[in-house]
T-cell receptor, first 112, second 114 residues
Framework: QQQVKQSPQSLIVQKGGISIINCAYE??????FPWYQQFPGKGPALLIA?????SEKKEGRFTISFNKSAKQFSLHIMDSQPGDSATYFCAAVGGSNYKLTFGKGTLLTVNP | KAGVTQTPRYLIKTRGQQVTLSCSPISGHRSVSWYQQTPGQGLQFLFEYFSETQRNKGNFPGRFSGRQFSNSRSEMNVSTLELGDSALYLC?????????????FGQGTRLTVV
């Protein structure tokens, strides 16, 4: 059972464009939603995270939008740069098992 | 400040063998979690240890086991290796238990089973 569904699987964006990655969850007990960025040969690194008591959180060029009623959240990368090319994972935490449940990942390619 | 250190970085093992992977968390971090990453299944939670106690366990067979030492270092063991165990095994450390405290990942151990 895939508790966090992430789309798209891959995304190609031109430099300066906006990258949007979407996630949906089923478990209403989830109460913490981090996004991770992973470069080849490296472990995932926390990018930005949000809790359901806010609808949006912005850190630099990265913004999380959260829709609690729809059980969806998304990552927006403004002014995308070639250095942003990486795999992005959304995740969710909460409920009886307090562990990170990850989406399947999105491979982002930003063309120069 | 040193990051999360996983050793070895690469391993090649034969079916039926067993393997032990090591993880040294960031100094001061007492929680260590393990994840398996494969192209097909993505990142899947294996288990979490805090203060030498296993707090959570994912849906993996009993061949996968782990432990944590008093210095917070952790090891995971996979016995009777199968081809499907080939994966990147990631360790993450955090200050406290639970997934809502920031988790710092190591670079992983790439295990290949032949």
């Amino acid at each position: 059972q895939q508790q966090v569904k992430q789309s798209p699987q891959s995304l190609i964006v031109q430099k300066g464009g906006i990258s949007i990655i979407n996630c949906a969850y089923e478990n209403t007990a989830f109460d913490y939603f981090p996004w991770y960025q992973q470069f080849p040969g490296k472990g995932p690194a926390l990018l930005i995270a949000i809790r359901p008591d806010v609808s949006e959180k912005k850190e630099g060029r990265f913004t999380i939008s959260f829709n609690k009623s729809a059980k969806q959240f998304s990552l927006h990368i403004m002014d995308s740069q070639p250095g942003d090319s990486a795999t992005y994972f959304c995740a969710a935490v909460g409920g009886s098992n307090y562990k990170l449940t990850f989406g399947k990942g999105t491979l982002l390619t930003v063309n120069p | 400040k040193a990051g999360v250190t996983q050793t070895p970085r690469y391993l090649i093992k034969t079916r039926g063998q067993q393997v032990t992977l090591s993880c040294s968390p960031i100094s001061g971090h007492r929680s260590v979690s393990w994840y398996q990453q494969t192209p097909g299944q993505g990142l899947q939670f294996l288990f979490e240890y805090f203060s030498e106690t296993q707090r959570n366990k994912g849906n993996f067979p009993g061949r996968f086991s782990g432990r944590q030492f008093s210095n917070s270092r952790s090891e995971m063991n996979v016995s009777t290796l199968e081809l499907g165990d080939s994966a990147l095994y990631l360790c993450a450390s955090s200050k406290g238990p639970g997934g809502d405290t920031e988790a710092f990942f190591g670079q992983g151990t790439r295990l290949t089973v032949v």
